[in-house]
């Protein structure tokens, strides 16, 4: 069965510092992976998406994810924390063979220190 | 740029009444999604259709609800007889292909309190 864990369900960085979200999953099958950010009071968006292909994937707003099979992680970043990313950023899992749900992790909600 | 939309926003009823949430999915999507989210806890998955019937659902999907696509825009969830625990925030979503072809779009939520 597959399973999304996100370490951390509050974190807090300051304003212009790193933004790291941590996402492991666990697979039987190579899975596809992704990251939804979620602002106050609205749905689901897509930050970013791995498939097939390059391990790391660049998406909206300066985030990127890599992707790392030996370590079953799938980690959001972003250079400099802005305020505007303040929200709850949840990663996700895909079978590739067959079913036809994603799985969410619990969520990490950031804030942004000025 | 299309987008999913959902009515209600927000839905207030009694215990034991029906509720049908409403769904318009991505009009060349052919997969739809129920998922819901209890406040503060994970997006948890609900039912997945596809080709007018039911590709998969979850063990929250007991009998107390159906889905149906009444016509060729709507998707519409029904719970029969709500509960207490059925307060959630419910997310249409489709997608053009299925999930392992890409992503799926997600409405801005039906929020249900049952009283």
């Known amino acids: 069965a597959q399973s999304v864990t996100q370490l951390g369900s509050h974190v807090s960085v300051s304003e212009g510092a790193l933004v790291l979200l941590r996402c492991n999953y666990s697979?039987?099958?190579?899975?596809?992976l992704f990251w939804y950010v979620q602002y106050p009071n609205q749905g689901l968006q897509l930050l970013l998406k791995y498939t097939t292909g390059a391990t790391l994937v660049k998406g909206i707003n300066g985030f990127e994810a890599e992707f790392k099979k030996s370590e079953t992680s799938f980690h959001l970043t972003k250079p400099s924390a802005h305020m505007s990313d303040a929200a709850e950023y949840f990663c996700?899992?895909?079978?590739?063979?067959?079913?036809?749900?994603?799985?969410f992790g619990t969520g990490t909600r950031l804030k942004v220190l000025a | 740029e299309p987008e999913v939309t959902q009515t209600p926003s927000h839905q207030v009823t009694q215990m034991g009444q029906e509720v049908i949430l409403r769904c318009v999915p991505i009009?060349?999507?052919?997969?739809f999604y129920w998922y819901r989210q209890i406040l503060g806890q994970k997006v948890e998955f609900l039912v997945s259709?596809?080709?007018?019937?039911?590709?998969?659902k979850s063990e929250i999907f007991d009998d107390q609800f159906s889905v149906e696509r009444p016509d060729g825009s709507n998707f519409t969830l029904k719970i029969r007889s709500t509960k207490l625990e059925d307060s959630a925030m419910y997310f249409c979503?489709?997608?053009?292909?299925?999930?392992?072809?890409?992503?799926?779009?997600f409405g801005e939520g039906s929020r249900l309190t049952v009283l």
């Open positions: 979503a489709s997608s053009r292909g299925g999930p392992n072809t890409g992503e799926l779009f």
């Open positions: 697979s039987s099958v190579p899975p596809y």
């Open positions: 009009s060349n999507h052919l997969y």
């Open positions: 996700a899992v895909s079978s590739t063979s067959g079913t036809y749900k994603y799985i």
């Open positions: 259709f596809y080709n007018n019937e039911i590709s998969e």
